[in-house]
């Protein structure tokens, strides 16, 4: 029978904390705050690391039963929970003062939360792409011990590589001779010559040039028709204005424009959950931007990072779906999407946990 306190290991701890300006004879009451805060964010980072990792196995797979896909919806929610307690819990470290801080910050050198292993292999794992980090060298904060765990902690599947290959295992886009990219296509050409109508109505009404808003809409339907044709679409990823492969990006907007019918419900909802853990994900680095400003200004940090700077060039930069965010971009009202066939119509009124 387990013992309360020894089932939470609550003997190491509660003695895991060892603040530095005691050991150097000016003990800073503020330090304790500032490191079961940290230790709490670490905890969380490894409850976050199981979450994603058991959604990429589920997903990184050739066939997922909608079962599955709900259970994975269940877990990136959870995960955007956590992320949303992490960022509120800043509120708690700034009932410290800046003055408070530096009381005992000289004794952190050069210890930082830039170390910390556990957020690596969390960006890895999510899939910061290399090429988007603002530092680059970034793992030379590491320890070699760490660099190696970092490295052999982030060796497999991501999630952003997970859920690209669910999306493209899609299988209602197509039936017959009917492809839903090419109903797609049709519909948003109609809605951008409907566009163009107004414009020239209302130019003509209000005695207006119409020249640059006409400009526009063809740029917006040239960035549009690229989603549909390969080629375009291959130049989109190789200049990097889009990572997601062409078949998941035009799964997800299949799911995105009939996401009312029964069998896309919840892939809906797993494609929302994903966009908003990006965001959660982004709000943390924010907030810890916030913070680190409030308490130290523009100093450089204890790692040696520009500090502020740095960490909101992180914000800003290091997402990882927004592809997915951005397709709303191109969604076309309900009014004019594609009238689905009757057998495509009928298969997404049921789930059907086997295949075919």
Request: aromatic share 10%.
């Amino acid at each position: 029978m387990a013992y309360y306190s020894d089932y939470l290991a609550l003997d190491s701890l509660l003695n895991a904390q060892h603040p530095e300006s005691d050991k150097h004879g000016h003990a800073a009451h503020d330090e304790m705050l500032f490191i079961i805060t940290h230790q709490t964010f670490e905890l969380w980072f490894k409850q976050v690391l199981v979450e994603v990792g058991t959604v990429i196995t589920m997903l990184d797979r050739s066939y997922v039963p909608e079962a599955d896909v709900a259970l994975c919806l269940a877990r990136v929610q959870r995960v955007n929970r956590i992320m949303e307690h992490l960022v509120n819990q800043f509120a708690l470290i700034e009932t410290m003062t800046p003055g408070d801080f530096m009381d005992f910050r000289a004794y952190l050198n050069p210890a930082s939360g830039f170390q910390s292993m556990q957020w690596r292999i969390l960006e890895r794992t999510l899939g910061v792409p290399e090429n988007k980090r603002v530092l680059k060298h970034y793992t030379e904060a590491l320890s070699e011990e760490h660099r190696a765990a970092l490295d052999a902690a982030t060796n497999g599947p991501t999630l952003f590589g997970s859920i690209q290959r669910w999306l493209e295992q899609i299988p209602f886009m197509e039936s017959g001779k009917y492809a839903f990219w090419d109903a797609y296509k049709a519909a948003v050409l109609a809605m951008l010559e409907n566009d163009r109508a107004e414009v020239r109505t209302l130019a003509v009404a209000e005695g207006n040039d119409p020249t640059d808003a006409l400009a526009q809409i063809d740029a917006n339907g040239r960035g549009f028709l690229a989603l549909f044709e390969a080629e375009s679409y291959a130049e989109l990823v190789a200049n990097g204005s889009r990572r997601m492969s062409q078949r998941a990006t035009l799964a997800t907007l299949f799911i995105s424009t009939y996401r009312e019918k029964p069998l896309l419900h919840t892939p809906y909802r797993l494609i929302d959950a994903i966009i908003e853990l990006d965001k959660v994900v982004s709000l943390w680095r924010f907030r810890h931007t916030l913070m680190v400003s409030r308490m130290i200004g523009m100093r450089v940090g204890t790692g040696g990072s520009s500090g502020h700077e740095y960490l909101m060039q992180t914000a800003l930069r290091q997402r990882v779906f927004d592809d997915l965010t951005s397709l709303s971009s191109f969604l076309v009202p309900s009014g004019v999407r594609p009238e689905l066939p009757e057998e495509i119509a009928t298969r997404l009124q049921f789930v059907n946990e086997t295949r075919g």
